[in-house]
């Protein structure tokens, strides 16, 4: 018990120095953040079983993949959100208001001017696209709804586009606990939203509607708290608004985005190669499964992701003997976790999955192993990209990321034709390894280990 009490009084003292006060920040985010993935984890269990069961098998592969279109809305921005994030810390390490107040204004000023463009362009040529031809989709009713549940997706995605940017502010300022709280009750009225559409017989596109688009309400009220009542000095003004920050972000964010696409591309298009190789159908196994799995990422990423503004507010303030330390324990960290975690998945997922799918959605064993090769080395890159955009050290990234998604792509059909379904999440795992751990990875250790040598550090 003595132990336990000093804990508690050294997490809560106010007395600690910056460096125990961003773990204490990371931590804090960190097990909120765990709570609430997993409130949104069991929603979204939740929800295989009730759309598995209410949708034919093609409809319900066709709900997996435009239900993972809203985590594509990192491709739109620019790369203005992370940029966002990288100068609110950079502005809190030097403890300048204005910066901060100049960043978030013309970030959201962007954002709202893409957001309108996307939309106008959306309307123009969507009635012009064979969407079921795309999405390879046979059945009447499929292609019957295909068209409707597509703009309604994007509609939403638009939407949440400028609502992003409270999110970051949070983060930013490792208070992203207040965020995931607001998002508890967008995932919980998800969930009674998507059973009421369920009772009333509702289609895919309103099906949609109700499911994700009360995931809104969450985003608007931490909009709320965030500009009305926890910092009021950020809200967006016109007369903080100027022409040369925005190029910086933009410039900045370039470079975030084209990692953005690549990660996009690699992580995102599984769902796409698989129902262009196999058939719409192939998806709702693969689909399960990937959701399993990222249950390992997702919890492991609550804490991880929390490091960025802390790493670049560290190295505004020079206090790179911190970074490299917290760098290692989050190798560590992810490795142990992903490795025991993903093993007892492999054992039970048959198990855990046949509560919550027909027989048809069970996985082959060979695709299991596959996710878990995957899931460990996508957990160990995460520390190596957070470490990255923190420090600003994106050149490398940029160039590699590309290369690395377009890999993939070319792999994952090769392997996919040569192995079946499981060579797609195997050749995920293979770019990770070269690429994001090898390449990039690479670099950035060894800039760490030249500055330590030089007694930068």
């Known amino acids: 018990m003595r132990q336990f009490k000093q804990l508690f009084q050294y997490l809560t003292s106010n007395s600690i120095d910056r460096g125990r006060m961003r773990i204490r920040r990371a931590g804090v985010t960190g097990l909120t953040t765990l709570v609430v993935k997993g409130i949104s984890i069991i929603a979204g269990l939740v929800t295989i079983p009730l759309t598995a069961k209410y949708l034919e098998t093609e409809i319900f592969g066709l709900w997996l993949i435009l239900s993972n279109l809203l985590n594509w809305i990192s491709i739109a921005d620019l790369g203005l959100a992370n940029s966002l994030t990288n100068a609110l810390a950079v502005a809190d390490g030097k403890e300048d208001k204005k910066m901060a107040q100049e960043a978030v204004t013309n970030t959201f000023y962007l954002m709202l001017g893409i957001a309108l463009l996307l939309l106008f362009v959306f309307l123009l040529t ?31 995605f638009v939407i949440r586009l400028p609502l992003s940017i409270p999110g970051r502010i949070y983060g930013a300022y490792q ?21 009421g559409a369920i009772h009333i017989h509702a289609n895919l596109p309103l099906l949609i509607a109700s499911c994700f688009g009360t995931l809104l309400i969450g985003d608007i009220f931490s909009t709320i708290h965030l500009f009305g009542f926890r910092r009021k000095w950020l809200i967006p003004k016109l007369k903080y608004f100027n022409f040369r920050k925005s190029r910086w972000l933009l410039n900045t964010g370039l470079q975030f985005w084209i990692a953005q696409i690549s990660a996009i591309l690699i992580f995102q298009t599984d769902l796409l190669i698989v129902a262009h190789l196999f058939g719409t159908s192939a998806v709702a196994s693969y689909g399960v499964t990937l959701k399993l799995f990222s249950i390992v990422i997702y919890i492991s990423s609550s804490f991880i992701i929390s490091l960025w503004p802390a790493y670049s507010e560290a190295s505004t ?3 790179f003997s911190w970074i490299i330390k917290t760098f290692k324990m989050s190798i560590l960290f992810s490795f142990i976790w992903s490795v025991c975690i993903s093993s007892l998945l492999v054992i039970f997922s ?21 996710m878990l090769f995957t899931t460990v080395l996508n957990c160990i ?5 957070m470490l990255v955009n923190g420090l600003g050290e994106l050149k490398l990234q940029t160039i590699v990321a590309p290369v690395s998604a377009m890999s993939n792509i070319v792999l994952s059909i090769i392997l996919g034709n040569l192995i079946g379904v499981s060579g797609v999440a195997w050749s995920t795992g293979i770019c990770i390894l070269l690429f994001s751990l090898g390449a990039v990875g690479g670099d950035i250790t060894n800039k760490l280990r030249l500055r330590i040598k030089s007694g930068e550090y």
């Open 126 to 156: 969507s009635p012009l696209i064979a969407w079921e031809q795309i999405f390879n989709v046979s059945s009447p009713m499929a292609k019957k709804d295909i068209g409707a549940s597509i703009s309604v997706c994007f509609i939403l």
């Open 175 to 195: 208070e992203g606990y207040y965020y995931q709280i607001w998002s508890v009750l967008g995932s919980v009225l998800s969930v009674i939203g998507l059973i």
């Open 317 to 319: 303030r020079g206090d």
């Open 350 to 370: 048959p198990q855990i999955l046949s509560l919550l799918v027909n027989k048809e959605a069970i996985p082959h064993n060979s695709l299991v192993l596959a």
């Open 381 to 385: 890159s995460q520390c190596v990209a």
